[in-house]
């Protein structure tokens, strides 16, 4: 299980102990599986479970008066979901997996037992949330005050760093399933808009993102570009020794 995602993503705060990685282990009795497109965890509703990404992706988004969707990110795995349900007791948005995914369902007893047996697991989960957020407030710079070019550039640099960490990615390059339509829900821009974009980037030798596959064509000059400082996904190594 060492390779498994959540472990590599805790493990770039926390550097866990054959303890608490037995912890961990604990935590995927209850495996299950969803098709892409069906939620696994609606807007409103309340007494659900938390999961854990294993494999495959989904996203997290929310859906207004008018039927419109704002997706407010895309999860990877390693990732939770539907953390925030769990413990204020009512999910604020809904999941759909993007492709069929495998996740462990995670109870509230479930997390409170291990944090308890492992307070330092405890911190490593505030730190994952506290990373989302700041994950959070960079789209909302994107959307905000970035262009389209410069937003859809640091969205896909944003996308390699977490899957280099779960060891899905690399300043080359990365797998991903991503539509131009969910691209363009994400990033407030419509799917013309975004095959526009991203036909720009390519012409401009920055990156290239084709039949699933994103290429980082001139990795420095994109970041450049993009205005992408790392920094915020914290990805240095273990602060806790």
């Known amino acids: 299980m060492k390779n498994e995602p959540l472990l590599r993503k805790l493990g770039a705060f926390v550097a866990l102990s054959e303890a608490e990685i037995s912890v961990i282990d604990r935590l995927h009795k209850r495996r299950r599986t969803f098709v892409a497109g069906r939620d696994l965890v609606h807007q409103g509703q309340s007494d659900q479970a938390a999961y854990i990404l294993m494999s495959g992706w989904a996203c997290s988004y929310k859906i207004l008066q008018d039927g419109q969707r704002q997706i407010v990110d895309f999860q990877i795995p390693g990732d939770f979901l539907g953390l925030r349900s769990v413990l204020l007791h009512m ?38 949330a506290s990373r989302d957020e700041a994950m959070v407030v960079e789209h909302l710079v994107d959307i905000g005050r970035r262009d389209a070019a410069e937003r859809m550039g640091h969205f896909l640099l944003e996308l390699g760093s977490r899957l280099t960490l779960v060891g899905m990615g690399s300043k080359a390059g990365y797998d991903c399933p991503l539509t131009q339509y969910l691209l363009a829900d994400a990033m407030g821009l419509s799917a013309v808009h975004v095959n526009r974009v991203l036909r720009q980037l390519r012409e401009a030798g920055l990156v290239t993102f084709r039949d699933g596959h994103v290429t980082f064509d001139n990795y420095e000059r994109l970041t450049e570009f993009a205005d992408f400082d790392p920094t915020y996904l914290d990805q240095i190594g273990p602060l806790l020794a």
């Open 91 to 128: 999910s604020d948005h809904s999941i759909e997996p993007v492709t069929d995914i495998e996740v462990t369902e995670v109870h509230v007893s479930d997390l409170l037992g291990a944090f308890a047996q492992t307070p330092r697991l405890a911190t490593a989960v505030l730190w994952a």
